[in-house]
C-alpha cells in the first residue's frame, strides 16, 4: 500500500469504529476503496464510500454529520453526503445501493473485524456484479 492508502485505510477504521460506538452501525465498505481493500491492488480510490442504514443518511442526517464533523471532517458535499479531513474524502450513502446484490438484506453481506471494528464487505463476485 502506499501513503495514500494506508491514510483512507486508517480514516475508514477510525470512522467505522464510530459508527460502532455511536449508532451500534456495522457499515458497508463499498466502492474503488472497498474493491482496493478486496482484490489487493492499488487502484488510486479517490474516496472512501461507506453505506449505512438508510435512517442515518435520511431521518438521523444531523446526528451523522455532528458525529463525523467532531472527528475533525468537514462538509463538502451535503447532497452527496461528503466529507474531507486531510486530504482524505468520505462519501456516506443509504445500504439500499446494496439490496439488489444481497438478495434484498445487505445484512447478509461478509462481516470483517480489525481492530476491535466491524464493518461488511462485499465479495469479489459481487463486484464483478456491481460493475
Known amino acids: 500500500m502506499d501513503k495514500q492508502t494506508d491514510k483512507q485505510h486508517e480514516t475508514f477504521i477510525e470512522v467505522a469504529k464510530k459508527l460502532n460506538q455511536e449508532f451500534n452501525e456495522v457499515p458497508v465498505l463499498y466502492g474503488s476503496f472497498g474493491l482496493e481493500r478486496i ?18 443518511v435520511q431521518e438521523h442526517w444531523d ?3 455532528k458525529c463525523v464533523e467532531g472527528m475533525g471532517f468537514i462538509l463538502k458535499d451535503e447532497e452527496e453526503h461528503e466529507f474531507e479531513r486531510d486530504g482524505v474524502r468520505i462519501a456516506f450513502a443509504p445500504e ?15 462481516v470483517t473485524t480489525i481492530e476491535e471494528m ?13 460493475y
Open 39 to 56: 482484490i489487493q491492488k492499488g487502484i488510486k480510490a479517490a474516496d472512501i464510500d461507506i453505506l449505512v442504514r438508510n435512517e442515518l
Open 63 to 65: 446526528a451523522l454529520k
Open 96 to 110: 439500499t445501493d446494496v439490496r439488489w446484490l444481497t438478495g434484498g438484506d445487505p445484512k447478509t453481506l461478509n
Open 118 to 130: 466491524r464493518f461488511r464487505e462485499l465479495t469479489v463476485e459481487q463486484y464483478l456484479e456491481l
